[in-house]
């Protein structure tokens, strides 16, 4: 991300007087340091270009991240692909496989047309920090792994929906109440 923005990156300790920026820890860094860090992406990324207008949320500005053929971590969810057929026929973009994205083109995206953002707990949900004001973040939690994408949310002012499921799968019924939830904003469920 650094590198997009134009920041070298240093292999060794440099000789000479320097600047240096620390990004472990992110999220324990104060509300105003991340919108600092907000305000710096969108300056470095976006290049000027216009954001989506979040005032009002329709679905077709919807994206899920889904994880059909990028996850490696083990948490794949059976009964996935009948959410993702759910919102995509509700007008969500499904993207697959985050990492084949250029980053610069995965921020300006979502920046410019999405305002809701649904996808299962894990580190793709922080690609939130490239939202528009407005936007809401849908959070899938059936790992019940901590959340702490709520820290974010807060301090950039989101709205965020999280639901932790009991069922170990997804059906039909599941799956339509799921996607019901990206329309809803601002609680925390289980279903």
Not at 101 to 117: E, G, K, S, W
């Amino acid at each position: 991300m650094l590198n997009a923005m134009g920041v070298d990156l240093l292999l060794e300790g440099p000789s000479t007087p320097h600047q240096t920026v620390l990004v472990s820890q992110v999220a324990s860094w104060s509300p105003y340091m991340k919108l600092l860090m907000q305000k710096e992406l969108r300056q470095g990324l976006m290049g000027g270009i216009p954001a989506k207008d979040c005032s009002q949320q329709h679905p077709s500005s919807g994206v899920f991240l889904s994880r059909s053929h990028g996850s490696n971590n083990g948490r794949w969810l059976e009964g996935s692909e009948l959410l993702e057929e759910n919102l995509k026929a509700r007008g969500f973009e499904i993207k697959d496989n985050l990492r084949d994205t250029p980053l610069q083109d995965l921020a300006r995206d979502l920046y410019q047309n999405h305002c809701i953002m649904a996808g299962f707990a894990g580190g793709n949900l922080l690609n939130l920090i490239f939202l528009p004001d407005k936007a809401r973040v849908v959070e899938y939690n059936p790992s019940r792994i901590y959340a702490d994408r709520w820290l974010f949310v807060k301090a950039l002012g989101l709205d965020w929906v999280h639901h932790v499921p009991k069922q170990q799968q997804i059906d039909e019924v599941s799956a339509k109440q799921l996607a019901n939830l990206a329309f809803e904003g601002g609680l925390v469920r289980q279903l």
